[in-house]
């Protein structure tokens, strides 16, 4: 049989900019391509346009994974399949693939988000779009056959990637919980996940961002009653109700709207990130929100009806951009007060339904924005949130349903990777046999 290689690529020296490659024989897959934001943040930040670097510039600013390491494999690669549509998962898809003559297989509601952002960039890729449902397969050659397995994560239709080969699966798990009570879509399939432990699987390749957490990460239902709590808990008559969570969490979106229904506002999406994900969710049938809502990108139409809300805050709830304090967002630009028809006031409430990414760029963001909404006396709701990533336990419950011959911690520096791999070692594992802790740009051959 064929040996099998594996290039950590990217996200595995950082939170983001997601890229693994796995080569059996002669044939390479490749999972995931994503940016690494804080990078991209920054640059905005200083006044750059990402929209006019090239590929090359990206990379030099280490907004997406260096792919040089694997030159010799391009011409090997027979496709790109994404996990989900996180842009530190297929950020960087618009700016690589083409590089690859390969398809790029993704589900329903990644590859609609995908066409969305080639629409917005004005960018024609030469690789063909292919939709793949979870719990499907596709045959990409007589060695090697693509299995996507439902998962639940922070947004709809993420799976975990397994690559079935004539030495057994391997199981990219990047990035994933184990939620027993979604609010959109099924529960993870254990089933299959249990079935591949009894085939025996080859190796696991796993979200390790949270490992070190000795816990279980907490449903998407628990961060429902929080908001519900809140929002229906909390005295807000008179006054503007805000809410900004991640736009691509849909499931977090819908509980939003049920208790603004609850709260007889009328519920208004601003920004374009949301107009985004919200119109793609939308067009692939996971949720029909425009029943219930006014949705508006950015521009003069947010502006015009800021002003409208300004005069009538008691009868809206907004939801808008920028949970992480982005400069462009749309509640950075309300609390900056760059809509001159608009101003919070005393005792409005803002909703952070988020937590803030762990980057220094993000934390100093959040920060600001949070001093200038207390300073302008706004009461302020922070961390009504669940993540979207498993905590240990999850992990631990992984690893027996699996029983991977390998261990590949991912998705983080050392800091991440190595309480994922102490696990292993807890279990059984030997690190540095069967527990491997890898870096950006490593190629490691799993025996």
């Known amino acids: 049989m064929e040996k099998i290689e594996i290039c950590t690529i990217g996200g595995y020296c ?32 200083e006044g750059g346009n990402r929209e006019t670097l090239t590929r090359e510039e990206l990379i030099q600013i280490d907004a997406i994974p260096d792919d040089s390491v694997i030159r010799p494999w391009f011409n090997k690669v027979k496709a790109i399949v994404c996990t989900h549509c996180h ?25 609609e988000v995908l066409k969305r952002i080639l629409d917005d960039e004005d960018i024609r890729l030469p690789n063909k779009l292919r939709i793949l449902n979870p719990n499907s397969s596709f045959k990409i050659s007589k060695n090697i056959t693509i299995e996507f397995l439902n998962m639940t994560h922070s947004t709809p239709q993420t799976v975990m990637i397994v690559i079935h080969t004539p030495r057994g699966a391997i199981v990219y798990a990047n990035d994933f919980k184990f939620d027993n009570h979604p ?44 908001l519900k709590d809140v929002m229906l808990g909390t005295e807000s008559k008179n006054q503007l109700v805000v809410v900004t969570t991640f736009a691509s969490h849909i499931a977090r979106l ?10 007889h506002r009328k519920i208004v999406f601003i920004g374009r990130s949301l107009d985004k994900y919200v119109t793609a969710a939308e067009a692939v049938n996971i949720v029909k929100f425009r029943k219930d809502i006014e949705l508006i990108g950015s521009g003069s139409r947010a502006n015009k009806k800021l002003k409208e809300i300004s005069k009538n805050r008691g009868k809206y709830l907004l939801v808008c951009t920028g949970n992480q304090g982005e400069p462009r967002a749309t509640l950075t630009k309300m609390t900056m007060g760059e809509f001159k028809d608009f101003k919070f006031e005393p005792n409005d409430q803002v ?8 980057a220094p760029i993000n934390q100093a963001n959040r920060a600001l924005i949070e001093d200038k909404l207390m300073k302008k006396g706004v009461r302020i709701f922070k961390d009504i949130h669940t993540s979207g990533h498993a905590s240990r336990e999850d992990h631990r419950d992984l690893l027996n349903m699996l029983k991977p011959k390998h261990l590949i911690p991912a998705h983080g520096d050392v800091t991440k990777l190595s309480p994922m791999a102490d696990l292993g070692c807890s279990i059984g594992y030997v690190l540095g046999k069967t527990a491997h802790i890898l870096r950006d740009g490593q190629i490691i051959e799993l025996s």
């Open 254 to 263: 819908k509980s939003v709207i049920d208790f603004g229904k609850k709260m």
């Open 87 to 111: 842009l530190d998962h297929i950020g960087a898809v618009p700016y690589m693939a083409s590089d690859f003559n390969c398809p790029i297989i993704g589900t329903p509601f990644t590859i």
């Open 351 to 358: 909703i952070f339904s988020c937590k803030t990414i762990p």
């Open 183 to 226: 609010v959109i879509g099924r529960k993870p399939n254990y089933q299959r996940l249990k079935e591949l432990g009894k085939e025996g699987a080859f190796a696991l390749i796993a979200d390790s961002l949270y490992a070190g957490k000795n816990m279980k990460t907490p449903s998407e239902k628990v961060a429902r009653e929080m």
């Open 14 to 45: 950082e939170v983001g900019k997601n890229m693994t490659a796995i080569k059996y024989g002669e044939e390479v897959i490749i999972c995931d391509m994503g940016f690494y934001l804080p990078k991209i943040i920054a640059f905005e930040e």
